[in-house]
């Protein structure tokens, strides 16, 4: 088909379209089938690159003459309604299409680049906007923790983890369980991700000065009861989010930290009082995503040396390694789970957070009859949901941060 589109552009010769459309829908189409989360579009002097990040991995999938870019990436602006017209700066829509009887959501960032523009589409599936919190794939433990702090009447729940960890699936799922008709429950998001029944959601427009700030002002005058705010990222949210919630309101957001403790400390950074920050915060959640293994054809070994000092496992202690077969598309891995650690804030805790307690002790308390994200993906490699590789990844990254 990419052979097809001719080098001139000419929007009103809708007869070149055609392939152009053929292509696009083949690559979401293509995206969707495998699950990808992301469609990287991205025009170099050599030619176009189409990769797809599948399982939190990016992979080429095309490679196409670079004259076919400009047509490819003008389509793409006319479908999400951006302006054609504009190429030297990055703009934001989205799609709607059906595929197969399935909604799917495309959000379209561009970005202006040497040769042509860039294009991401991510793409959002409707259907795990609906995902419950008993699907997330948390412990029993985690569970409960979320699960009473969603039911208190108020204060702040923060959910933490870098960007494309599942913070949002994570807090839609707190939502749909709140969202039972008696509440009235209000999002200020950027951008609004799923469009969920029940729920009053606004979409940040710096544009016009509606910020998350002035956002969450307007909707504590809409008489809430749960308001989840898309991210915390000054001093103003933070503290209006505070403020929000010692006037009775259960706020949920998210925050960018490592883990769940470090949340704590990055609330302080923004200047909110500590007493305020103890009184107010009843539960974090932090999280990961790990590739999780194809039960068709994982394969047992034996970690031994340095793969078992790694992730602090005996000599000889039986985990599992990817493979591939037909199943998995000869990856070894088919979807992704989330790991977890959760902290329940108690009096312990309110104290050391309001005497200005370092991450050290407060993650000494927080984790002692929990486990962190370390020790839960050791678990997970374990249980033979992911391989040794994955829960390294994650375990080392809390060693250096404990250590």
């Known amino acids: ?69 400009g047509v490819i990436v003008n389509r793409i602006k006319v479908m999400a309604r951006l302006d054609i017209a504009e190429r030297r700066i990055p703009q934001d829509g989205r799609i709607s299409l059906t595929l197969g009887g399935k909604l799917l959501d495309v959000r379209v960032s561009t970005l202006p680049n040497r040769s042509s523009e860039r294009v991401v589409m991510r793409i959002l599936d409707k259907e795990s906007a609906g995902i419950s919190l008993d699907l997330l794939g948390m412990s029993p433990g985690t569970h409960d923790i979320l699960t009473e702090a969603l039911s208190e009447p108020n204060g702040i729940i923060l959910v933490t983890g870098p960007t494309g960890s599942g913070k949002t699936t994570s807090l839609y799922a707190g939502l749909k369980q709140l969202n039972d008709g008696s509440r009235n429950i209000l999002t200020i998001e950027d951008p609004v991700e799923y ?12 544009k016009v000065g509606l910020t998350f700030a002035a956002g969450l002002r307007a909707i504590l005058r809409q008489d809430p009861d749960v308001v989840m705010i898309g991210e915390i990222r ?59 293994l194809c039960p068709e054809c994982r394969t047992p070994i034996q970690a031994d040396g340095s793969l078992a000092s790694l992730l602090g496992f005996d000599n000889g202690t039986v985990v599992y390694r990817e493979t591939g077969c037909e199943a998995c598309n000869q990856t070894g891995f088919q979807g992704r789970i989330g790991v977890f650690e959760a902290i329940r804030i108690d009096d312990t805790l309110r104290k050391l957070i309001n005497d200005g307690g370092d991450e050290a002790r407060i993650a000494a308390h927080a984790f002692l009859n929990q486990p962190n994200l370390g020790s839960a993906a050791r678990a997970m490699v374990r249980g033979g949901l992911t391989t040794a590789e994955e829960g390294i990844r994650i375990s080392r990254r809390e060693s250096q941060l404990a250590g």
């Open 195 to 206: 469009a969920i029944e029940g729920i009053g959601q606004t979409q940040v427009n710096a």
């Open 234 to 292: 000054d001093r103003e949210t933070a503290e209006i989010a505070v403020q929000a919630s010692l006037t009775g309101h259960l706020v949920l957001s998210t925050v960018h930290t490592n883990d769940a403790v470090g949340a704590i400390t990055r609330m302080r950074d923004m200047k909110v009082e500590p007493f305020l920050l103890a009184s107010t915060l009843r539960a974090v959640v932090a999280q990961r995503l790990v590739r999780k």
């Open 1 to 69: 088909i990419a052979g097809d589109i001719p080098s001139a552009e000419d929007l009103l010769d809708s007869a070149d379209d055609a392939p152009t459309i053929r292509l696009i829908n083949g690559i979401i189409a293509e995206a969707a089938r495998q699950g990808a989360s992301d469609i990287h579009i991205e025009p170099y002097e050599t030619g176009l690159v189409v990769r797809m990040r599948v399982d939190g991995v990016l992979t080429e999938k095309l490679r196409m003459p670079p004259h076919v870019a």
